[in-house]
């Protein structure tokens, strides 16, 4: 059974709104770098390749609005170029800010589906974990009496790591998982 959870977007609008913004906010940039890149390249070499976009807008009767003055021009593009710089920073933080707003409220929704799966985890885990303390705790007084255990041992449950560890990676799921009220910490364990 899959859980279905919304998506940070429906629990947060705003999420969605900083993103749509972000994105206009790229494309203006992108236009921004595009003149600065036609600018400085008429300062180098003397050559202006809007030239003849504003020749084609003075034809059709458009007003053209921009600094005559090619130094002026790109110095204002290139702070505005640093203000969309910044703008996307500030829009970055607040998309973070928004995100874990949003996480957290999926997370609050999805808590009782996932305690319900954890405690059935850990209730499935504790039963092979007594089993496993069974099997191995066999083996030992087995092999302590002498008896040769033959093909009867072949197959353990060595993943698990040795029952009575308390320093194991199981031990410690367990601890954390009886702290967090998932289940009971077995004695050896403990």
């Known amino acids: ?3 279905k959870y919304p998506s940070i977007s429906d629990v947060s609008p705003l999420f ?5 913004r972000r994105s206009a906010l790229a494309d203006r940039r992108a236009a921004i770098e ?6 400085a390249s008429i300062q180098r070499t003397g050559e202006d390749p809007y030239r003849q976009q504003r020749v084609d807008a003075l034809v059709k009767g458009e007003v053209i609005a921009q600094p005559a003055n090619t130094d002026m021009r790109l110095q204002a593009v290139l702070s505005e170029l640093a203000d969309t710089i910044e703008a ?3 829009l970055e933080r607040q998309i973070q800010d928004a995100r874990s707003k949003g ?4 997370c609050e929704t999805i808590k009782p589906d996932h305690d319900r799966i954890m405690k059935t985890l850990t209730k499935s885990l504790s039963e092979a974990h007594r089993a496993s303390v069974e099997l191995h705790d066999l083996r030992r007084s087995m092999v302590d009496d002498g008896i040769a255990t033959g093909p009867l041992f072949n197959v353990m449950p ?7 560890d308390k320093t194991s990676d199981c031990a410690e799921f367990f601890r954390d998982a009886a702290k967090s009220g998932y289940c009971s910490l077995a004695k050896e364990l403990a």
Do not use: K, N, S
Not at 34 to 39: D, I, V
Not at 103 to 106: D, E, G
């Open 1 to 3: 059974m899959t859980i």
């Open 16 to 20: 969605h709104e900083l993103h749509v």
């Open 34 to 39: 595009a003149e600065a890149r036609g600018l």
């Open 88 to 90: 996307d920073r500030v």
């Open 103 to 106: 996480a957290r409220a999926i």
């Open 158 to 164: 060595d993943f698990l790591g040795y029952p009575r």
